[in-house]
């Protein structure tokens, strides 16, 4: 049905900046909103930024002023601008996407900070 696909992860080195994209494709949908979350180690997964239907965006306060979320509607595309990366930065990050009644997650894509 739909499938949601990352990419854009990879290594970076302190104060760096990637750029992570995730493609929607299947069935033609309208997401209540699209975003990211992100896994550390060990951890429960975070959510890091949301963008709503009406463009309104949400910012997990350790990102704010350093990420950006954005959308091409043309292209059922999100993404993801990271810049000034650190190595509390690194986990693996996924995109979500929410419809009305079901939720669909990426595989996920690796961020690696070194240190």
């Known amino acids: 049905q739909v499938q949601l696909v990352e990419s854009g992860g990879g290594l970076v080195q302190p104060g760096g900046s990637l750029r992570l994209s995730c493609a929607a494709s299947g069935s033609i949908v309208r997401f209540n909103a699209m975003g990211w979350y992100r896994q550390f180690p060990g951890k429960q997964r975070e959510s890091v930024a949301t963008?709503?239907?009406?463009?309104?965006?949400y910012y997990v306060d350790s990102v704010k002023g350093r990420f950006t979320i954005s959308r091409d509607a043309a292209k059922n595309t999100i993404y993801l601008r990271m810049n000034s990366l650190n190595s509390e930065d690194t986990a693996v990050y996924y995109c979500?996407?929410?419809?009305?009644?079901?939720?669909?997650w990426g595989q996920g894509t690796q961020v690696t900070v070194s240190s």
């Open positions: 963008i709503f239907g009406g463009g309104d965006a």
């Open positions: 979500y996407a929410q419809e009305k009644t079901t939720g669909y």
